[in-house]
């Protein structure tokens, strides 16, 4: 009679101990570092702190994000890619960095549709045309006829080649056959402080960056280049209302490197839709100009159909207007 009841003890424990370790070892339990491939303060580097902090509510554990800077965001994607895939390295890239990228580097060291899990969109920020503040043409179309009367003697900001602010820039001047001298940071948040202080004299650079310092007065802006106004900047005119058909849509992408278990991946996009629907980040979305992705296209599939249609879409482009308007530096 006593074998069976120490068998049911030993079992009971058994299970114990299987459950306790589970639990210990049940993923997040540690701080997931989310490396972001731009400089502090700029349009992803917000992005990532605000979904971040939103997440690591959900998670239990904290979200930390390390800027690695350079190479227009595709240094620090490296850095995701070749990441274990544990869970505890992620990181948010932009339209870029997971796009635009293989077209303008033949050695990229990722691809961005095979070498990442895919976690989800984070958001989709239409771009705007924005002066130094010293700028006299009144609207849209002075600012270009000052542009091609005088684009060598100007300059253009960008957060380095194959970031966003290069790709739409690069797009705008082969568009209008402007030829700036263009001047690269390691994200446009860099870049907007020297617009600010006039070192550089225009950018086409995400809502998002700029809305506080149009609202502030600090910079001009001419134009958003989305199919309507955006509802914190109600007097902007959008890029037809201004005569120019340039529409120009930016987004953030969160991943985690290839391989990475599926239930760990499945844990983040949860959080990450949460953040997503919480009124706070709705609120902060509107402000700068942002939107999150609708149910439909959030989690890992939307974010992969969205990789591979941007960078079909983007790469002969990309690839036409840099032979036609080459960068001078
Ligand atoms: C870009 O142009 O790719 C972004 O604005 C970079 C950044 O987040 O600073």
Redesign the pocket.
Known sequence: MRKPVLFVVLAVLAVGFAHASSAQTAYPNRTITVI?P??AG????VVARLLGEHMSHTLGQQLVVENVGGA??TTGMTRVAQAAPDGYTIGVG????QSAAPALYPNLKYDPAKSFAQIGICNYTPQAIVAKKTTEAKDLKEFLAYLKANSEKLSYG??GVG????VSGTLFNSMFGLKPALVAYR???PALNDLVGGQIDYMV??SL?VIPQIKGGTIKVYAVAAPARLESLPDVPTTKEAGVDFIFS?WNAMVAPKDTPKEIVDKLAAALSKALDDPNVTKRYVDLGSTAPPAAERGPAGLQKLVESEMARITPVLKAAMAAEPAKK
């Open positions: 972001v731009f400089a700029g349009p992803t580097d227009g965001g932009n339209m870029g960095t960008h957060a970031s966003i602010s290069h994200g446009t948040n650079d995400q960056n930016a």
